[in-house]
């Protein structure tokens, strides 16, 4: 099969950028397209937590497994230091008020002297990590950059078809030529595919805040939880290297606006999540809110990503629908993504699962 002498990316995420990475490792040459900013959507905004086996048992176990294993790979090999770390990580039971009855039913470290319960060890060093999303959205984009990829700032508007074939794809007026496509553009996938047909591709949106000030170790937490009001819903917190403290949750069923420039983050959701910090760490109850955020994650039908050829359209792929995992999942999805376009088939992982084929068409 011959090699695609180009292959335009749509999307900077971290999938379009993990994409990128591993066809400009085979040495084809790439185009990515972004029309916001690189890792301006969930990508720059997500918790970056990974975990080797919280997957298994799904078709998504083994891609998740993969990915595990190459992100330590990438820290090795990329030259920039994204804040990748091994974490211990613990479940807690919190409420805004009182104390969960029991005491520890874990050996609880000793920063967690608030008012939550440890209830479990949920990963180790060995099963647990993370990253700092959006410097290793970066640091893959920037690899493929110095590999001779193109970053293109614009809004793809359309894929230019003949004949049932992939031209290429339209930019602000203009065309992009290519013998591939690969569309990554996450919960805005669907908005693009009009006329393509892709399974239905919505966004979920999450709202989350950075804490500073709290010099706390690398413990990932998740936190069952109760609002004053009844409400239940489990933050995530994860400390990180630069000192920082992520916290995210809150799951709104707010409709995915046209950019990522024009979500809108609710400062009361972003308060909640940082009182539920405030609850189970004396040290992150002294902390101070840097930054709210919001982004809406792409999630499918099935609850699987859709990794594969975009079917009747020669020389489109698709890969986005990741949900709650394509932090972890982008690095084994891109090396599948670029097997499956320079060599006709994926050796490293079974795409079969997430054949945007299992699925009917949106439209
Ligand atoms: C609150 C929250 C916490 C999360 N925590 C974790 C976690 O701890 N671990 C984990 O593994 N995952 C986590 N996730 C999930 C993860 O963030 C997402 O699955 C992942 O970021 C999706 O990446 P993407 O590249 O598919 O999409 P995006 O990050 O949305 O990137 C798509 C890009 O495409 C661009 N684009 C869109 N339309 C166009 C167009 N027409 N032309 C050009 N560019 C376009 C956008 O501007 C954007 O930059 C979390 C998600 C949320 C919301």
Same mark, same amino acid.
């Given at each position: 099969?011959?090699?695609?002498?180009?292959?335009?990316?749509?999307?900077?995420?971290?999938?379009?950028?993990?994409?990128?990475?591993?066809?400009?490792?085979?040495?084809?040459?790439?185009?990515?397209?972004?029309?916001?900013?690189?890792?301006?959507?969930?990508?720059?905004?997500?918790?970056?937590?990974?975990?080797?086996?919280?997957?298994?048992?799904?078709?998504?176990? =083994?891609?998740?497994?993969? /990915?595990?294993? %190459?992100? $330590?790979? +990438? *820290? #090795?090999?990329?030259?920039?230091?994204? !804040?990748?770390?091994?974490?211990?990580?613990?479940?807690?039971?919190?409420?805004?008020?009182?104390?969960?009855?029991?005491?520890?039913?874990?050996?609880?470290?000793?920063?967690?002297?608030?008012?939550?319960?440890?209830?479990?060890?949920?990963?180790?060093?060995?099963?647990?990590?993370?990253?700092? =999303?959006?410097?290793?959205? /970066?640091?893959? %984009?920037? $690899?493929? +950059? *110095? #590999?001779?990829?193109?970053?293109?700032? !614009?809004?793809?508007?359309?894929?230019?078809?003949?004949?049932?074939?992939?031209?290429?794809?339209?930019?602000?007026?203009?065309?992009?030529?290519?013998?591939?496509?690969?569309?990554?553009?996450?919960?805005?996938?669907?908005?693009?595919?009009?006329?393509?047909?892709?399974?239905?591709?919505?966004?979920?949106?999450?709202?989350?805040?950075?804490?500073?000030? $709290?010099?706390?170790?690398?413990?990932?937490?998740?936190?069952?939880?109760?609002?004053?009001?009844?409400?239940?819903?489990?933050?995530?917190?994860?400390?990180?290297?630069?000192?920082?403290?992520?916290?995210?949750?809150?799951?709104?069923?707010?409709?995915?606006?046209?950019?990522?420039?024009?979500?809108?983050?609710?400062?009361?959701?972003?308060?909640?999540?940082?009182?539920?910090?405030?609850?189970?760490?004396?040290?992150? $109850?002294?902390?101070?809110?840097?930054?709210?955020?919001?982004?809406?994650?792409?999630?499918?039908?099935?609850?699987?990503?859709?990794?594969?050829?975009?079917?009747?359209?020669?020389?489109?792929?698709?890969?986005?629908?990741?949900?709650?995992?394509?932090?972890?999942?982008?690095?084994?999805?891109?090396?599948?993504?670029?097997?499956?376009?320079?060599?006709?088939?994926?050796?490293?992982?079974?795409?079969?699962?997430?054949?945007?084929?299992?699925?009917?068409?949106?439209?």
């Amino acid at each position: 099969m011959a090699l695609p002498r180009h292959v335009v990316v749509c999307g900077a995420g971290v999938i379009g950028a993990s994409v990128a990475y591993f066809l400009t490792r085979r040495g084809i040459a790439v185009t990515v397209v972004e029309r916001s900013g690189v890792a301006g959507a969930a990508s720059g905004k997500s918790g970056g937590f990974l975990a080797l086996d919280w997957c298994d048992g799904s078709p998504l176990g =083994p891609l998740a497994r993969a /990915s595990f294993t %190459l992100h $330590a790979e +990438l *820290a #090795r090999e990329l030259a920039t230091d994204y !804040g990748y770390r091994r974490v211990d990580t613990f479940m807690l039971a919190a409420r805004e008020r009182g104390t969960p009855s029991g005491g520890h039913r874990v050996a609880a470290p000793s920063w967690l002297d608030g008012a939550g319960v440890v209830t479990a060890t949920l990963g180790s060093t060995d099963t647990t990590a993370q990253v700092q =999303p959006a410097r290793f959205t /970066s640091a893959l %984009l920037d $690899a493929a +950059l *110095a #590999r001779g990829g193109v970053l293109r700032m !614009g809004l793809v508007e359309s894929l230019i078809q003949h004949a049932g074939a992939v031209r290429g794809v339209a930019v602000g007026g203009e065309s992009i030529e290519a013998d591939a496509v690969v569309l990554a553009m996450g919960p805005w996938t669907g908005r693009l595919s009009g006329k393509l047909p892709l399974p239905a591709i919505q966004g979920l949106k999450g709202y989350s805040v950075t804490l500073v000030g $709290a010099d706390v170790p690398a413990h990932a937490l998740f936190v069952d939880y109760r609002a004053a009001d009844g409400r239940a819903f489990e933050p995530e917190i994860f400390p990180r290297p630069d000192g920082d403290v992520y916290v995210c949750g809150m799951a709104d069923p707010a409709p995915l606006p046209d950019s990522p420039e024009a979500v809108e983050v609710c400062e009361a959701a972003c308060d909640t999540l940082a009182r539920a910090a405030s609850r189970v760490s004396t040290a992150l $109850a002294a902390a101070r809110i840097a930054r709210r955020q919001a982004c809406y994650r792409p999630v499918t039908d099935d609850g699987l990503p859709l990794i594969g050829r975009v079917p009747g359209v020669a020389g489109a792929y698709v890969a986005t629908g990741h949900g709650p995992w394509g932090i972890l999942n982008a690095p084994a999805t891109g090396r599948a993504l670029a097997e499956l376009i320079a060599d006709g088939a994926a050796s490293s992982v079974d795409l079969r699962p997430f054949d945007p084929a299992r699925l009917p068409a949106a439209r």
